[in-house]
């Protein structure tokens, strides 16, 4: 079992920027890779960004490339956040897909990944 927890997530105004935190624990030798989604209310968990847990190889959305940038420091991947605005809000989640990934293949879909954080809110104020 892979255990998540995010954190982060706070009201930041426009044009501003954050750092959201999720820390893995439990076996992370089985991770092959950590995934950003964010979900708004009524819509479903759309992807974001993820990378890959031995290389740290990064997958974007196109729409947030420029903007978002993820990493990794031992067993916490970390989301750099800038230019945020207010349909940026969201609850942001990280997940961790432990099943065995092909090359370079982008794991997109939340039934892609095996474990979820509990997610951290994220508040954009105009």
């Known amino acids: 079992q892979v255990q998540l927890a995010e954190s982060g997530g706070r009201l930041v105004q426009a044009g501003g920027s954050l750092r959201l935190s999720c820390a893995a624990s439990?076996?992370?030798?089985?991770?092959?890779?950590v995934g950003w989604f964010r979900q708004v209310p009524g819509k479903d968990r759309e992807f974001v960004v993820s990378?890959?847990?031995?290389?740290?190889r990064e997958s974007y959305e196109d729409s947030v490339i420029g903007r978002l940038t993820i990493s990794r420091d031992n067993a916490t991947v970390y989301l750099q956040m800038s230019s945020l605005k207010p349909e940026h809000a969201a609850v942001y989640y990280c997940?961790?897909?432990?099943?065995?990934?092909?090359?370079?293949?982008?794991?997109?879909?939340?039934?892609?990944?095996?474990?979820w954080g509990q997610g951290t809110q994220v508040t954009v104020s105009s």
């Open positions: 997940a961790a897909r432990s099943r065995p990934t092909m090359g370079s293949f982008v794991y997109r879909s939340p039934h892609d990944y095996d474990f």
């Open positions: 439990g076996r992370i030798d089985t991770i092959q890779r």
């Open positions: 990378i890959s847990w031995a290389v740290s």
